[in-house]
């Protein structure tokens, strides 16, 4: 039997210093979450424990934050029985029986010893403790800068956790440290804990104490302690007084269960301050929660909205299933390979929730599970049996079923995942099926936005995930999953339905959990690329693209290696902004290589006089360069048209392919044109571009990477990140299509260029058009990450106020939802936030009826609280966002009404039309606002007459009056319980029937009357 030390403390307190001591004296650790700047030395995680413990506190429906902590008896709920069967397997293959002593860590061990215990007594380890504090006041300087919690917030849930950790832990043989002691004296601290617990510490490897005291160091302490002033008396003098007990070692229980019945009731306290109906304090109390800003990661962060889960979200589902043609029938195999039995259950319970049943469920496992009602196959031991047996498998059940599909054993579907995904193949009889998934990772999880279904990035990286739906007919049509390619089966399958123009559809929302080790099978990662390149290449041979295939720096990524003729390539020379040093040395080396197939052409508008005076010069020399170098000549009155020189340069092109070039941009690679040309390969492509490299530090010798533009962004794709960096989704290291792209180096065919027309824009707002009008005839563009040219800043505009919609119809039709790209890259702000709804995209398929609230949350409250209560009916989708959006931020969101609260500015261009409710007075600079109205609307009588007084006579302004009709309030549920009286708000318009006072006085004991009085009523 191995011992097995559990590190238990606060957060911030010195428990991964503490591990990283420990590990040196030649305890077993694993520190494999990356270290940050808050952690630089490590934080000795597992990040699949991580992930558990984030499973298990949302089981238990709490979070980590929560002061309260978890359930009373939890440990002994029936239905946490997987969790201790999955902690048990974990720690077996963990940690083996041959480790003479292990050690684990992390802040949760203080409310979650008991099943870590239980679980590791099961796996045949003896527990010890190790309790690591830190005074109460740093732990809490340093969760506010690191996780932004409020000081009281801090403090309260440092007490919570240091009594619950010190109860779990009282039967154990078990240590008692603070966090400037290790520091101070390490080496007395580190023999303590072995005295303490019975353990050999020092002995377990040579010069461990000397290594381990040497970790400690005074660097590691990083924070300073928060002040005492104006703090809480009560809650103050608590966690001193705890602190107290901690310093002097005094761990006798009747103490340490005072001190956790005096945190219950600062916790029980604030509990029923907060259930309050009215509003206590913003952002506290239930009757109403004013909107706050999301964080700015709330998009990486977050998982779904909670209320597409609630029922009005259901409601709202249920409506779109009743107008729906008959749904399809779904078959599901769930797959678990040699080692994954334990996670069956879970998967299993997830699809008993759906609120679309599966026809049918069946089960493939390399190790015996029995559920009952659902049939079991078992995998032989082969290694790749498991894919034999799967494609043998999935291509039976679509004998029988209209759609089938492939979860891995672990992961999990939100409830509505079936339900959504019906609707959608339902509507639109799509072929193929897949969403948004989310990710465990350390510190929590996040959501893996999918790009939309693009043959070009297919056929570099298996994208699309787990979790798709395929139409069975097309399933059998195209010859089903092929176990020649073990591992690769269902990218093959996926490369085939692009090449038989299938019918795709994604929707951008994450409905699919990855469970931590998912897999679908034991076949090795270099198996699997091996395999994928040969599906990969025998699909660039059927579709005419022959080329070799290479493993890319990350697995799973690909890349072409062809070689494409050069049929006659000309260069234009953009020499905006550039000098004429800068010229100079790209023709030189243009000229020198002897490998120009065509002239090149120099053009430009917003010159220099030096540069002016070169091309005027060149203009007039053409004889006399013998057409190797032609110049648009440049036009003092024309300076602002950068487009018409560019449309001029690309009128004097006679060769198939033009490649355009910033002359302030230089090469990374010699064979630059060669790369951009084998992207043209392809036929259906008629314009390809390069990476962006912008340098930046002191010497500039960093880069930031600047990709493809996406529709509506107001910077593009890659901003921020550098030439290592993978970006979201892995989006900057493969092949893509995309909506448009802009110099500094494009490579198109003449012939597809030559009819555009140029609009007087510049930068990225010009070639959006231009691009608009390639995609508006069918043709493709294609990015590329293996072409890369450095470039200035000033030679990146990005068209951050949509100005390409003044360009050309092609332009003006855009979606504001990038075909390529996801929503989420080009959205910013928050929804309707008193849920906490932090989805960038709608809701998919997407409601028949939607709502945007835009304005001062706290004078919108009653049309808010209006939009609330249809929302929880089913009757439409409601969102709030802060005033103004941007017109991107509002296409994306389509909403079927616009609704602004006392608007005082007009909206950005292209912005869709909106109504306007006035619950105060309109300032008299309101007119224009009022003017771009589409409709008006004021909520008393008063302020209906002042707005008509700044409104044009024949605009109406129409009394909105708060109140919800009959068929809204019939519908809602009466509460249960204490305090649940009906709740009648009365506003106070100054026309108050007599008897009001009366009926109020006659009905106080069964009624809550709120009355407000409205300014400007009369």
Known sequence: MSDAIFIVGYYRSGTSALSGALQRLGVKFFNEADPNEHNPLGFYEIPELIEFDVDLFNRLGVEWTDVRGLPQGWEDRADLAPFLSRLDEILRRRFLPADKVWGLKHPHLCRTLPLYERAARQAGHNPHVVHIFRDPWTAAASQGHKNGLSRAHALLLWLSYVTDGERHARHLPRSWLTYQDLLSKPAAELRRIEQDTGLPLTGLVPNGLREAASHLTGQLNRSNPLSHDGLFRPLDMLATRVWDAVQSHDISAPLWDSFADETRGIVEFLTEIGASRGRVVPAFGAAFNPVLTAPADAAAAGLRPPERLDEGGRARLEALRAAAPPLPRLAILIVAPQGRASGVNDTVHALRQQWHAPEHIAILAAEPVEIPG?????????????????????????????????????????????????????????????????????????????????????????????????????????????????????????????????????????????????????????????????????HLARAGLPAQVQNRQHLGLFHHVRLAPDPGTTLIMLCDGGEVAQLDHWLTGLLSANELSGPIILAGANLNPQMATYLTAVAQQTEALEGKVLAVPPVPALQPAQ????????????????????????????????????????PGVVLAGARTLV?????????????????????????????????????????????????????????????????????DALWIVLCAQLCAQGARIVWTPDISFIAPAEAVQPDAGNTCRDGAPAAIALPWADPYHHPALSLHGNLLNAEQRLGLVRSCPADPSSLLITGSALEGEALLNAARALRSTGALEADWAQELPGAADLGR??????????????????????????????????????????????????????????????????????????????????????????????????????????????????????????????
Request: charged share 20%.
């Open 893 to 1018: 969101r389509a909403p079927a009404v616009w609704a602004r609260i006392n608007p005082q500015q007009l909206p950005h261009p292209h912005s869709p039309a909106y109504s306007a409710v006035f619950t105060t007075p309109p300032a008299a600079d309101s007119k224009p606002v009022i003017a771009g109205a589409a409709r008006l609307f004021a909520t008393s009588p008063g302020l209906v007459q002042r707005v008509r007084k700044l409104a044009h006579p024949r605009q109406p302004v129409t009394l909105w009056r708060p109140t919800l009709s009959a068929p809204i309030w019939s519908t809602l549920k009466i509460g249960t319980g204490l305090n649940t009286k009906p709740r009648v708000l009365w506003v106070d318009e100054g026309v108050a029937p007599p008897w009001l006072a009366d009926l109020i006085n006659e009905t106080l004991e069964s009624v809550a009357w709120i009355v407000v009085e409205r300014e400007g009523a009369q």
């Open 374 to 538: 659902i049939p079991a196959r078992a995998i032989p031991s082969a290694p790749d049996a498991a894919s034999r047996l799967l494609c043998e498998s999935l291509n039976q059940a679509a004998a029988t079923a209209d759609y089938v599909a492939i979860i891995n054993a672990g992961d999990t579907l939100s409830p509505d995942a079936c339900l959504r995904f019906a609707l959608t193949a339902a509507a639109g009889q799509a072929d193929m099926i897949y969403c948004d998934e989310i990710v465990p990772r350390e510190g929590g999880p996040w959501v893996r936005q999918k790009p939309a279904w693009d043959i070009t990035r297919l056929r570099q990286a298996a994208y699309v995930g787990d979790w798709v739906w395929y139409a069975a007919k097309t399933l059998l049509r195209l010859g089903g999953f092929d176990a020649a390619r073990a591992g690769a089966e269902e990218y093959d399958f996926q490369l085939r339905l692009a090449e038989a123009g299938a019918k795709v559809e994604r929707l951008p929302e994450a409905l699919f959990t990855r469970c931590p080790q998912s897999r679908r099978d034991s076949i090795p990662a270099t198996e699997f690329c091996a395999n994928a390149a040969q599906a990969i290449t025998a």
């Open 695 to 763: 340098p930046f530090g002191p010497a500039a010798r960093q880069f930031t990477v600047q990709g493809p533009i996406v529709l509506g962004a107001d910077t593009r794709l890659g901003a921020g990140h550098t030439p290592e960096d993978p970006g979201p989704g892995g989006w900057l290291t493969v092949d893509q299509e995309v909506s448009a792209l802009a110099p500094p180096a494009l490579l198109g065919r003449t012939a597809a260029l030559v009819p555009l027309h140029f609009p007087n824009l510049t930068g």
């Open 643 to 682: 487009a018409l020189a560019q449309a001029q340069a690309v009128a004097m092109v006679a060769t198939p392919l033009t490649a355009i070039i910033d002359i302030r941009a230089q090469p990374q690679v010699p064979h630059w044109a060669e790369g951009l040309r084998a992207r043209l390969a392809d």
